[in-house]
């Protein structure tokens, strides 16, 4: 793509510094390129990072963002600000098809797959705004479900010649597509963490259809083949909802199925949805079940709840409303006011030329 504009050789990786290590706005602030092929530049391409068109704030300072998509849709993500850590919550699709009970997003139904620039559009902005430490792909979406598009972002965020982050910085989790699973596995150095939920198979097929296809026993058994005893980091996601899967049962089973494993629980609160019969349990049953697992040998942290006051928590993503307004055109940012040029991908009509990517 550099050459066919006039850029010498390495132009590809004097417009990668611009993008991902610099982390520009505008083509018009790659200073080391002549003017005159920004101008050829400016012609197709956008830098492609959509601004949110909506913020809310928490009172425990978690912020909550909505961005427009590619397809026109909308998707949100959060930035968890604590202490010197600063996490962005990503998205990877508009709703998702694996409709866990508990869970806003799930209740959406499904409207698409985010292209690789628009996950990466979410990292970039809340980069630029905030400096980010970490990320965790556990905003609306299925990320294995939409995999080679979450692969590409994977790659761009910690190869040289994009981000350049550490693996280590990045958390993906997933309910444990199991066939994804294992390309992520082999391709990535991210960080995993699987949604459980639940240890018994009937309670959680209640919980998540999805166990009927992968069910935790199998995905357990093939995470065995793995080695997660040094730098990569596995760990089980688990809702504590009272009097369902917070009993002493509920952890014997817990310890049964991952033992072997190198591994740590993350027991997360419940937050109440509309109409669904399932309630939080309390703080003394979620520390007793804590102790038990830590006792027995199985690392076991509660996670802090955050952004609950602005719907930003865990479970409570939705962009129902927006994407069932009527928006007539796909989102087109050099024609959208107040979105500007702001827009690392394609420029959507590249003046009859095709859809093509600067970066991502
Ligand atoms: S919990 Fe995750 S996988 Fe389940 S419906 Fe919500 S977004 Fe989808």
Same mark, same amino acid.
């Given at each position: 793509m550099a050459t066919e504009i006039g850029m010498p050789r390495f132009g590809a990786k004097q417009l990668a510094q611009w993008l991902y290590e610099k982390n520009v706005s505008s083509i018009d602030e790659m200073t080391n390129i002549s003017k005159a092929v920004r101008e050829r530049l400016k012609e197709r391409y956008e830098v492609g990072v959509h601004e949110p068109i909506e913020r809310m704030t928490s009172v425990d300072g978690t912020e909550k963002y909505l961005f427009p998509t590619?397809? %026109?849709?909308?998707?949100?993500?959060?930035?968890?600000?604590?202490? !010197?850590?600063?996490?962005?919550?990503?998205?990877?699709?508009?709703?998702?098809?694996?409709?866990?009970?508990?869970?806003?997003?799930?209740?959406?139904?499904?409207? %698409?797959?985010?292209?690789?620039?628009?996950?990466?559009?979410?990292?970039?902005?809340?980069?630029? !705004?905030?400096?980010?430490?970490?990320?965790?792909?556990?905003?609306?979406? !299925?990320?294995?479900?939409?995999?080679?598009?979450?692969?590409?972002?994977?790659?761009?965020?910690?190869?040289?010649?994009?981000?350049?982050?550490?693996?280590?910085?990045?958390?993906?989790?997933?309910?444990?597509?199991?066939?994804?699973?294992?390309?992520?596995?082999?391709?990535?150095?991210?960080?995993?963490?699987?949604?459980?939920?639940?240890?018994?198979?009937?309670?959680?097929?209640?919980?998540?259809?999805?166990?009927?296809?992968?069910?935790?026993?199998?995905?357990?058994?093939?995470?065995?083949?793995?080695?997660?005893?040094?730098?990569?980091?596995?760990?089980?996601?688990?809702?504590?909802?009272?009097?369902?899967?917070?009993?002493?049962?509920?952890?014997?089973?817990?310890?049964?199925?991952?033992?072997?494993?190198?591994?740590?629980?993350?027991?997360?609160?419940?937050?109440?949805i509309p109409n669904v019969d399932l309630q939080g349990t309390d703080d003394a049953s979620m520390m007793a079940f804590r102790d038990y697992l830590t006792k027995h040998g199985l690392f076991t942290t509660v996670r802090a709840s955050r952004g609950e006051d602005v719907f930003a928590a865990c479970g409570l993503l939705s962009t129902k409303v927006e994407n069932e307004r009527p928006h007539p055109q796909p989102l087109d940012p050099s024609n959208s006011p107040g979105r500007g040029e702001k827009s690392l991908t394609p420029n959507p009509s590249p003046k009859g030329e095709g859809s093509s990517y600067t970066g991502y």
């Open positions: 590619l397809s %026109g849709h909308f998707i949100e993500t959060v930035y968890i600000p604590d202490g !010197e850590r600063g996490t962005l919550c990503v998205s990877t699709q508009v709703g998702c098809k694996m409709n866990c009970l508990f869970c806003q997003t799930g209740k959406q139904g499904f409207q %698409g797959n985010l292209e690789t620039a628009d996950i990466l559009s979410q990292v970039s902005w809340a980069h630029r !705004e905030k400096g980010l430490t970490n990320l965790v792909f556990m905003g609306q979406g !299925e990320p294995f479900d939409n995999l080679d598009n979450v692969m590409k972002a994977l790659e761009i965020l910690t190869a040289d010649y994009g981000f350049a982050w550490s693996p280590k910085r990045i958390t993906v989790s997933s309910v444990g597509l199991k066939k994804n699973l294992r390309r992520y596995l082999e391709e990535s150095q991210c960080h995993l963490a699987i949604s459980l939920h639940s240890p018994i198979h009937e309670q959680r097929l209640q919980l998540m259809p999805a166990e009927r296809q992968f069910a935790i026993a199998e995905v357990v058994e093939m995470l065995k083949e793995y080695d997660f005893s040094h730098q990569r980091r596995l760990s089980f996601e688990y809702i504590v909802f009272k009097g369902v899967n917070d009993t002493e049962v509920h952890a014997k089973e817990l310890l049964k199925l991952l033992r072997g494993l190198d591994c740590r629980v993350n027991l997360i609160r419940f937050h109440q």
